[in-house]
Structures are given as C-alpha cells and as structure tokens.
C-alpha cells in the first residue's frame, strides 16, 4: 500500500518490505515512514505475509521452546506474493523485521530466497532490526544475504527492547508464551513493558527525517548515526 501524498514526478521514492510477528516492527516502521513523508518522500509498504498466519502469542512454553530451536536453524516460513507496488522505481529500499535465535525470521529469508535479487540488486538497501537485544549475528547473517543479492548497504537501523537484562530475555521468552510477565510480583518490578518504548518511536521518526534530508541532499546514508542510546539502550 502507498502512502502519503502524490508529491511531484521527480519525488524520491522509499520501498519499506517488512515482516512484524508481534506488532513492534509495524510501530517503528510506522513512525519512520512518518519522519521520511515529512521530507516529501513517497512511501510504499509492503508487509511480507506469511502463507499460514503465524500466532503471537505462540501460546505455551514448549511450543517457544520449539520455535526458538528451529528458528536458531534458519527455518524458512513461506511469504505471499507481494503487490506490484514493489516493482516500481524506488530510490531506497528499507528491509524490516525482527530477530528470531540470533537470526533474521523465517519470512524474511523465504522472502530474500524468492525476490531479493529481483528487487534489490544493483538498489542501496538499509536493514531495519527489531531485537531483544542480541542482533549482531542477525545484522551480519541479514548483510551477507543481501550482498547475495547485490544490494549495497550503506548502514544498518537497530532498535532493542529497552528493559535490562536478564529480565527482557525473560519477559520476551514468557510474552511469546503467553504469560504477562509485566503482571508478576518478582519480574514486574524489573519488566513492565513488552517491546519497545515511546521514547524509541519518537526516534525512529527522527531517523525518517535524517534519512529524507539526507536523500532529498544526495548524501550518503553511511554517515548518518543510527546508534543511539535511545535506539540502543
């Protein structure tokens, strides 16, 4: 879906191809897309669906216990088509989604394994990570792929969870589970929010406007500081 206003022909074009399992990605994007159409930038969204609806939560521990093992695997999730807004022009791609065991999700890769050369060689491609917080072996595994499919990369947008350790893993293991661990006596007091915060929407917008004025500008995005305390706490 394309939004935002039809601006003049020559307006610069975004393509944003997304995964988000629980929302969080959706959110950041969101709020992104909000700073980039604010820089008269036009936006496509295109969220990579997965055949079968996956279920946040997955509902049990063992069923979380399953998923995190195979995911660690790189176990691939076939994806829909998307639309034919993603064959238009565009001169910057934004490829999002959230880190599964250390890895880029399974609908990510399907969608990389199927259309990543076709839409992405030859185009500068910005990685967007959403993350507990171990993102590092996701950030490399997600390039290399990408470099496969001769985009260049000129920097890397990460977003972590902002609750401390060892709480957020925990919080993240029971959320997914279908706990609240936000309502517990013990881990409440430390984890009180899944995901992440306002403060971090706020700044994936301001990300949006840097990239659009560095776009509108034709400077290199390789520049642009993206590791914040905010976006990295």
């Given at each position: ?101 250390y890895n880029p999700s399974g609908p990510v890769l399907s969608f990389l394994d199927r259309d990543g050369r076709r839409l992405f060689e ?65 881990i409440g007091k430390y984890y009180t929010k899944y995901g992440h915060s306002k403060e971090q929407f706020a700044e994936a917008k301001r ?27």
């Amino acid at each position: 879906m394309e939004t935002g206003k039809m601006g003049k022909g020559d307006a610069l074009r975004v393509l944003i191809a997304y995964y988000s399992f629980s929302g969080q990605t959706n959110s950041l994007l969101n709020a992104l897309a909000s700073g980039l159409k604010q820089q008269g930038l036009r936006v496509t969204l295109e969220k990579i669906r997965p055949m079968e609806p996956l279920r946040f939560p997955v509902g049990t521990i063992s069923a979380t216990i399953k998923m995190m093992l195979i995911t660690f695997f790189r176990h691939r999730v076939a994806v829909k088509d998307l639309s034919s807004a993603a064959d238009k022009m565009f001169d910057l791609a934004i490829l999002a989604g959230p880190t599964w065991s250390y890895n880029p999700s399974g609908p990510v890769l399907s969608f990389l394994d199927r259309d990543g050369r076709r839409l992405f060689e030859g185009k500068d491609v910005l990685p967007l990570i959403s993350c507990r917080g171990y993102w590092r072996m996701h950030c490399y595994g997600l390039k290399k792929k990408l470099v496969e499919c001769g985009a260049a990369i000129p920097n890397v947008v990460v977003f972590a969870h902002p609750s401390k350790e060892p709480w957020r893993t925990l919080g993240v293991f029971l959320k997914i589970a279908g706990k609240s661990p936000e309502r517990g006596k013990t881990i409440g007091k430390y984890y009180t929010k899944y995901g992440h915060s306002k403060e971090q929407f706020a700044e994936a917008k301001r990300f949006g406007v840097m990239i659009g004025e560095a776009l509108q500008q034709g400077k290199s995005l390789a520049g642009l500081n993206f590791k914040t305390p905010i976006a990295l706490p």
